[in-house]
């Protein structure tokens, strides 16, 4: 099976992953979660991370996202997959936002990893601009 993990400072990981199960489906058990919160060692969110991935075998893959590049959710994430055997069957992104998170639960399984996250990166980029609305005019001011 192909994991989706999602790690980040404070609570972006498991609100991407609350968001995830309204737009994904829930229960789903390939979408695992969990973050550095403000004050916790980074003992105690390794071992976090271990339970968060212990249901992940060596014939599993996993697609890691985490909040920020070189940060320490991603960081002591890799590392804690790498002690468990696991970094060869393993990408990681740092920068997550939804739409690129949801595309990777929705389409994880027809590509392989690493050309999932190729497909990815780019879709990632161009969801991302501004928002506005138009004023309407009345006819008064035409």
């Known amino acids: ?10 609570t ?12 994904a489906g829930e229960g789903r058990e390939d979408i695992v979660s969990t973050s550095l919160e403000n004050g916790m060692s980074s003992e105690i ?25 070189g940060g320490s959710p991603l960081t002591t994430a890799a590392n804690v997959i790498a002690e468990q055997g696991l970094i060869d069957k393993t990408v990681m992104v740092g920068g ?15 590509m392989d990893s690493k050309e999932l996250i190729d497909a990815l990166l780019p879709e990632a980029r161009e969801a991302l601009k501004e928002f ?3 004023e309407e005019k009345s006819e008064d001011e035409i």
């Open 1 to 10: 099976m192909k994991y989706v993990v999602l790690v980040s400072h404070g």
């Open 12 to 23: 972006m990981a498991p609100g991407l992953h609350n968001a995830l199960k309204m737009l």
């Open 45 to 69: 969110y390794a071992e976090n991370v271990r339970k968060c991935i212990s249901g992940i075998t060596k014939e599993d893959e996993i697609i890691l996202f985490a909040d920020i590049v």
């Open 96 to 110: 997550m936002n939804l739409p690129m998170v949801l595309s990777a639960v929705l389409t994880k399984d027809d």
């Open 132 to 134: 506005y609305v138009a």
